[in-house]
């Protein structure tokens, strides 16, 4: 099987440092005693632009929803998956399939030097920062993430 192209989007390359390791853990235990409003108090502010808090509050209530539906038992395994990914840095510069990489301006979760520094390491990359977006610019700023995600893909085929 050959990978003609990746998106990349909202992410990093690097492990957890060992105090977020720790925070992971702790989110994961008082998850498994309160339920997932803990993640939706603590994750919810961080994830949008604060321009999407303002002007579409639709979608910040859409978001919430979405939070509230994950089950104990998701958010565990989401927690723990994080928690336990291996640094893929040394693993970028071996990428020579078409890269996209997305990333919000605003992203408080992941800030965008390091979508800037995987693009970097990655030889055969574009990378497109959205203004206006946090964490989930496919939610924030749909028009211009399915912009420029076709872009990608017509130029694949």
């Known amino acids: 099987m050959c990978v003609r192209g990746l998106i990349l ?20 235990d008082q998850v498994k005693q309160s339920g997932t409003s803990v993640v939706t108090q603590g994750m919810y502010p961080k994830l949008l632009s604060p321009e999407t808090y303002q002007a579409k509050p639709v979608v910040a209530t859409e978001l919430k ?5 994950a089950t104990v038992e998701g958010v ?12 893929s840095t040394s693993l970028l510069p071996n990428l020579h399939m078409p890269t996209l990489i997305i990333h919000g301006r605003d992203d408080q979760v992941i800030p965008p030097t390091e979508a800037e520094a995987m693009a970097k390491a990655i030889p055969h990359n574009d990378l497109h920062i959205i203004d206006q977006a946090g964490h989930l610019p496919n939610l924030e700023q ?7 995600v076709k872009k990608f893909l017509a130029k694949l085929s």
Not at 9 to 28: L, N, P, Q, V, Y
Not at 76 to 87: E, G, I, N, P, S
Not at 142 to 148: A, I, Q, S, T, Y
């Open 65 to 69: 929803e979405i939070m509230r539906g």
């Open 9 to 28: 989007c909202s992410t990093r390359a690097g492990a957890d440092s060992a105090e977020s390791k720790a925070g992971r853990d702790k989110t994961i």
């Open 76 to 87: 565990v395994a989401a927690l723990t998956a994080m928690r336990d990914r291996l640094d």
């Open 142 to 148: 749909p028009e211009e993430f399915d912009r420029v």
